[in-house]
């Protein structure tokens, strides 16, 4: 079983930036494909972005492509999602999920983090 914790959430303002990290323990390797997803009350869970360990190829959803980058240290065992030009319909727990496959369907990642609250003001 791989364990996540997610970290570097809080409030900033619209046009700001944040740098959140998913750090990975366990069996990291045994599931490879790491993704970023965020939800919003009321909202479903929504992709933002995903990664292998062994890298190459990056997934970016709609709505953050051109303003987000995702990247693997596995020297550290983190994954770190770059959040740019942050718009008030950015606010959202974002949660980081380890699975087999990397894919923008949630429903394929099976390790979960508790999340960490993205708030920005307008």
């Known amino acids: 079983q791989v364990q996540l914790v997610e970290s570097g959430g809080g409030l900033v303002q619209a046009g700001g930036s944040l740098s959140l990290s998913c750090l990975a323990s366990g069996r990291v390797r045994s599931q490879p494909a790491v993704g970023w997803f965020r939800q919003s009350p009321g909202k479903e869970r929504e992709f933002v972005a995903a990664v292998s360990w062994s890298g190459g190829v990056a997934l970016y959803g709609d709505s953050v492509k051109g303003r987000s980058t995702i990247s693997g240290d596995t020297a550290k065992n983190t994954v770190t999602l770059q959040l740019n030009s942050l718009r008030a319909e950015d606010t959202a727990v974002y949660y980081c999920?380890?699975?087999?496959?990397?894919?923008?369907?949630?429903?394929?990642?099976?390790?979960w983090g508790q999340g960490t609250q993205v708030t920005v003001s307008s």
């Open positions: 999920g380890a699975g087999l496959i990397l894919t923008r369907s949630d429903r394929l990642y099976t390790s």
